[in-house]
């Protein structure tokens, strides 16, 4: 018996984590997308920085005048590649990876970003944090970092 309210009081417990997720799912089904003009005037040049459970997950910079990106995961790996617009959705297209394909929303003052497959969205949703002009370091560490000091 003990146990049965245990569970219960879990399961009650979790709910409200459920039906936030839920509609917020269910909210931005209905929100309105971010045209493409309107996406790449605020990320020409910029890093957007995502967000997924209130962790940074990625760093995604737009190179200026181009449509290339690099991408820096929070677990400190880099890709590379272009993206492109599939209407309604952006779809990148990453090197040596496959191709992803998301909508850009706005929700309540707040930039969301919902995976797409086969032309469906998925509950596989990220919040963007800041857009902002910071560097995407990508690539191997400078080897001056690990190079004892030559000359006192």
């Not at 209905?30 to 493409?36: N, Y």
Request: net charge negative.
């Amino acid at each position: 018996m003990m146990r049965k309210v245990l569970l219960t009081t879990v399961f009650l417990s979790l709910l409200p984590f459920a039906v936030v997720a839920q509609s917020l799912q269910e909210s931005l089904a209905s929100a309105p997308d971010i045209p493409f003009a309107e996406w790449r005037d605020m990320t020409a040049g910029q890093t957007v920085v995502y967000e997924i459970d209130g962790n940074t997950f990625a760093y995604e910079a737009y190179r200026r005048g181009t449509n290339r990106i690099d991408i820096r995961l929070d677990s400190g790996g880099c890709v590379s590649g272009t993206w492109y617009m599939d209407e309604p959705a952006f779809c990148f297209d990453w090197e040596d990876g496959p191709l992803n394909c998301f909508r850009h929303k706005r929700l309540d003052g707040l930039i969301y970003v919902i995976g797409v497959e086969n032309g469906e969205e998925t509950a596989d949703i990220q919040k963007v944090s800041r857009i902002a002009p910071i560097p995407v370091q990508c690539g191997p560490a400078l080897l001056s970092l690990f190079i004892p000091e030559a000359f006192p």
